[in-house]
């Protein structure tokens, strides 16, 4: 009977403990299709602060390329669209591109979790060359 007292003791602290405690949980998933062949631009953005955010076709000055369309989808705990545009902006760059034209965004909640989903196409705007750490505009 003692014993039986004990892991009854035992098991009740230990469902207190694990009713008590939080975990945080995120996940990243990144889907890529190439548009077009990037290595063709030599002139390149040097950080991805660089990279130009535009929400409509129509922001973009002048003639663009559509290098690949880009979809992040981040489930979180804390998960924020800046956090999601700055990864836009980094794929953007590693496909040689110099900005970011946003297609899609959508947020649900289920509870805790917070998904963003944003759909972008990486771009190559010819009118945001950049020399050396200046953005000279043709």
């Known amino acids: 009977m003692e014993k039986l007292k004990i892991v009854l003791a035992l098991l009740i602290i230990g469902v207190i403990t694990s009713a008590c405690s939080s975990s ?3 996940s ?8 077009v062949q990037s290595d063709v631009f030599g002139v390149l953005p040097e950080t991805e602060m660089d990279i130009m955010v535009y929400n409509n076709s129509s922001e973009i000055e002048g003639e663009y390329f559509e290098l690949a369309t880009v979809e992040i989808k981040e489930t979180g705990d804390d998960s924020s669209s800046e956090e999601v545009i700055e990864m836009l902006k980094k794929e953007a760059k590693d496909l040689g591109g110099n900005g970011v034209l946003l297609l899609e965004q959508k947020e649900n909640e289920n509870g805790k979790a917070i998904t963003k989903e944003i759909k972008a196409i ?14 000279v505009s043709l």
């Open 24 to 26: 945080t949980h995120q």
């Open 28 to 35: 990243t998933n990144t889907h890529i299709k190439d548009l």
């Open 122 to 135: 990486a771009v190559y705007a010819l009118d945001r060359v950049h020399v050396g750490t200046q953005i």
